[in-house]
């Protein structure tokens, strides 16, 4: 069965310092991989997808992400953060038949100061 | 372009009674997904309704239940709460099947049961 970690359950970064969001997949062969946000009150919105070609993904509000088929890992990066970027991150796949039934890792809560 | 709408925002029930969310889709999706977000952890896939039919399941029992309408918009129905079904329920719409189809993702109704 495919699964999803996020192994840093809570992050706080300086505001303009950069930011790396693990994320490590289960599954035998290459997942539709999503990164989304959820911010207080609100639903998720969608950063960047990957479902195959060039592994370095580029999302909305200057995150990327890149895919490790080696390592089984899909890291969410952004090079400089902003305060308004606190919020509520997770890493989701969707495999085989289902690709679009998602499972979701547990979420990374991203602290910004200023 | 309306996005994807929820009712109602917050409810309150008590266990062994029955609750109906409601779930408006972006206009032209066809396809409505239901996810479980408990606190403190990620979204959990429910069900799928595609043009009227359900269309894949997750690990629920069959107390959790759905309609899709003609217009797409849909219904999710808990029998017997538990204090367990306490959580907030996402919906997300897509233009179609597979998860190359963009979900987006309702802000959700919060379900308390005691």
């Known amino acids: 069965a495919q699964s999803v970690t996020q192994p840093d359950i809570h992050i706080t970064v300086s505001e303009g310092a950069s930011l790396e969001l693990r994320c490590n997949y289960s599954?035998?062969?290459?997942?539709?991989l999503f990164w989304y946000v959820q911010s207080p009150g609100q639903g998720l919105q969608l950063l960047l997808k990957y479902f195959s070609g060039d592994t370095l993904v580029q999302g909305i509000k200057g995150f990327e992400a890149e895919f490790k088929r080696s390592q089984s890992s899909f890291n969410l990066r952004k090079p400089s953060v902003h305060w308004s970027d606190a919020a509520e991150y997770f890493c989701a796949v969707g495999a085989g038949r289902d690709t679009d039934k998602l499972i979701f890792g547990t979420g990374t809560r991203l602290q910004v100061f200023p | 372009e309306t996005g994807v709408t929820q009712s109602p925002t917050h409810l309150i029930k008590t266990r062994g009674q029955q609750v109906t969310l409601r779930c408006s889709s972006q206009?032209?999706?066809?396809?409505v997904s239901w996810y479980q977000q408990a606190l403190g952890q990620g979204p959990q896939f429910i069900f799928q309704?595609?043009?009227?039919?359900?269309?894949g399941r997750g690990n629920f029992p069959p107390r959790f239940s759905g309609l899709q309408f003609p217009n797409y918009s849909s219904e999710l129905n808990v029998n017997a709460l538990e204090l367990d079904d306490s959580a907030l329920y996402l919906c997300a719409s897509s233009l179609g099947q597979g998860g190359i189809n963009e979900q987006f993702f309702g802000p959700g109704t919060r379900l308390t049961v005691l």
């Open positions: 206009s032209g999706h066809n396809t």
């Open positions: 599954y035998g062969a290459t997942p539709y």
């Open positions: 309704y595609y043009r009227e039919e359900e269309n």
